[in-house]
């Protein structure tokens, strides 16, 4: 090391860098030549980056520097991320981060269901200095005996902690009325809400004024149907500022309470999901999750589909009820560093109706995901372990460009 001193080089690397509570990364170098890492505020993943940019004893380099930048924000999907290398007075190194003034991002997912198939998700985003905006489209028509497909285009306001939030969209669906799907009708419906935003950190809140409009075929209740709610939403969700992808707090929260045209009576409903992760050995992660729906709404129209989600574990089985709840644990072992995980899960739930009567199930499964950096894709497996359940296997990818 001395030799390379004399000549000029600098033992440059990171020796340690620490996440605090607060949310503040620290980092420290060793004979660093790196004055300063600005970050401006965008997506906090940059943290992540800027703590990966060198590997312990690798030697400093402006071009390796450039080059390992440019990995890193493929890895992390940053691709409005700019980050300029420039030399301050002293000529040691600053690193500039900063978020690109205006951005198109356009984001994939393909959805497994064991009722309506695959679903393919496509959301393109516009990102600018004071209006974000996105349009997202989903279709599953013609893969089974119900279906589903729906446009919505969203606006907020950006570089913001709190402002408005408004959105309008359109859907059509084919459901059925009985648990066998003998008898199916058809729902199109358009909707359209507004309101005001506030975020801090991993935390956000809504709150929403909507309005959604039904014209139905073939429901025995009617043709036509409205809801008037106001609309609470909740989000934590920390997936994008930890340093570990498996240390994780993901939990979502949306009541609504308002006008049921179809009934002639106000309702209050709500879901809930949420999912835990936290590591307990090397490479070994543990995970709790849980999911709940319930509406005051009678209307099968109002309903959800039992053997969906963490109970998608019967195959072409249509029972929809007004309460659904359900919860799993499992573990997540990392097969192949940053690529392949394993995830066996065992998940129970309980669902009913306005009766006040409840049945139960329980599922035990296990995921596979393979994450390419830019893309990811998930295979799943589950099995009904109470009952007369199938074999379902369901295949959902996602990615960013």
Same mark, same amino acid.
């Given at each position: 090391?001395?030799?390379?001193?004399?000549?000029?080089?600098?033992? !440059?690397?990171?020796?340690?860098?620490?996440?605090?509570?607060?949310?503040?990364?620290?980092?420290?170098?060793?004979?660093?030549?790196?004055?300063?890492?600005?970050?401006?505020?965008?997506?906090?993943?940059?943290? *992540?980056?800027?703590?990966?940019?060198?590997?312990?004893?690798?030697?400093?380099?402006?071009?390796?520097?450039?080059?390992?930048?440019?990995?890193?924000?493929?890895?992390?999907?940053?691709?409005?991320?700019?980050?300029?290398?420039?030399?301050?007075?002293?000529?040691?190194?600053?690193?500039?981060?900063?978020?690109?003034?205006?951005?198109?991002?356009?984001?994939?997912?393909?959805?497994?269901?064991?009722? *309506?198939?695959?679903?393919?998700?496509?959301?393109?985003?516009?990102?600018? &200095?004071?209006?974000?905006?996105?349009?997202?489209?989903?279709?599953?028509?013609?893969?089974?005996?119900?279906?589903?497909?729906?446009?919505?285009?969203?606006?907020?306001?950006?570089?913001?902690?709190?402002?408005? %939030?408004?959105?309008?969209?359109?859907?059509?669906?084919?459901?059925?009325?009985?648990?066998?799907?003998?008898?199916?009708?058809?729902?199109?419906?358009?909707?359209?809400?507004?309101?005001?935003?506030?975020?801090?950190?991993?935390?956000?809140?809504?709150?929403?004024?909507?309005?959604?409009?039904?014209?139905?075929?073939?429901?025995? *209740?009617?043709?036509?149907?409205?809801?008037?709610?106001?609309?609470?939403?909740?989000?934590?969700?920390?997936?994008?500022?930890?340093?570990?992808?498996?240390?994780?707090?993901?939990?979502?929260?949306?009541?609504?309470?308002?006008?049921?045209?179809? &009934?002639?009576?106000?309702?209050?409903?709500?879901?809930?999901?949420?999912?835990?992760?936290?590591?307990?050995?090397?490479?070994?992660?543990?995970? %709790?999750?849980?999911?709940?729906?319930?509406?005051?709404?009678?209307?099968?129209?109002?309903?959800?589909?039992? !053997?969906?989600?963490?109970?998608?574990?019967?195959?072409?089985?249509?029972?929809? &009820?007004?309460?659904?709840?359900?919860?799993?644990?499992?573990?997540?072992?990392?097969?192949?560093?940053?690529?392949?995980?394993?995830?066996?899960?065992?998940?129970?739930?309980?669902?009913?109706?306005?009766?006040?009567?409840?049945?139960?199930?329980?599922?035990?499964?296990?995921?596979?995901?393979?994450?390419?950096?830019?893309?990811?894709?998930?295979?799943?497996?589950?099995?009904?372990?109470?009952?007369?359940?199938?074999?379902?296997?369901?295949?959902?990818?996602?990615?960013?460009?």
């Amino acid at each position: 090391v001395r030799r390379y001193h004399d000549r000029g080089y600098t033992a !440059f690397y990171i020796r340690r860098a620490v996440l605090g509570d607060d949310g503040i990364l620290e980092i420290y170098f060793n004979e660093s030549v790196v004055g300063r890492i600005k970050v401006q505020g965008a997506d906090n993943r940059e943290n *992540r980056m800027a703590a990966e940019i060198y590997a312990a004893g690798e030697v400093f380099n402006e071009y390796i520097l450039k080059d390992n930048i440019e990995i890193l924000k493929t890895r992390y999907m940053l691709s409005r991320l700019r980050v300029d290398v420039i030399r301050d007075g002293d000529g040691s190194v600053i690193l500039d981060l900063y978020p690109a003034r205006a951005s198109v991002t356009l984001d994939f997912y393909i959805a497994g269901d064991p009722l *309506r198939g695959v679903v393919p998700v496509f959301t393109a985003g516009y990102t600018g &200095e004071s209006l974000d905006s996105e349009i997202t489209l989903r279709s599953s028509l013609g893969q089974g005996d119900v279906a589903f497909s729906s446009g919505e285009v969203r606006l907020r306001q950006s570089n913001s902690a709190s402002g408005f %939030v408004t959105g309008a969209g359109a859907s059509y669906s084919e459901d059925s009325l009985d648990a066998k799907g003998l008898m199916i009708y058809s729902a199109a419906n358009a909707f359209t809400g507004g309101g005001w935003f506030f975020s801090r950190g991993p935390g956000r809140l809504e709150l929403l004024l909507s309005g959604s409009f039904y014209s139905l075929e073939d429901y025995p *209740r009617g043709g036509r149907a409205m809801l008037f709610p106001f609309t609470v939403r909740t989000l934590y969700d920390d997936r994008n500022t930890v340093l570990d992808r498996n240390d994780y707090v993901l939990a979502e929260f949306t009541c609504s309470t308002g006008w049921n045209s179809m &009934e002639h009576r106000a309702f209050v409903s709500y879901t809930f999901y949420s999912k835990i992760s936290l590591p307990l050995f090397r490479r070994l992660y543990g995970f %709790v999750t849980a999911e709940s729906f319930f509406t005051t709404s009678a209307e099968r129209l109002f309903g959800r589909y039992v !053997f969906t989600g963490l109970l998608a574990c019967r195959r072409d089985n249509y029972t929809a &009820e007004s309460a659904v709840h359900s919860a799993g644990t499992g573990f997540t072992v990392e097969l192949m560093k940053d690529h392949i995980y394993l995830s066996p899960g065992v998940y129970g739930g309980v669902y009913g109706g306005g009766a006040g009567t409840y049945c139960g199930a329980w599922c035990a499964g296990a995921d596979i995901l393979w994450d390419a950096g830019v893309v990811a894709v998930d295979f799943r497996i589950m099995r009904e372990i109470s009952g007369p359940g199938d074999m379902v296997f369901t295949l959902s990818a996602g990615g960013r460009f």
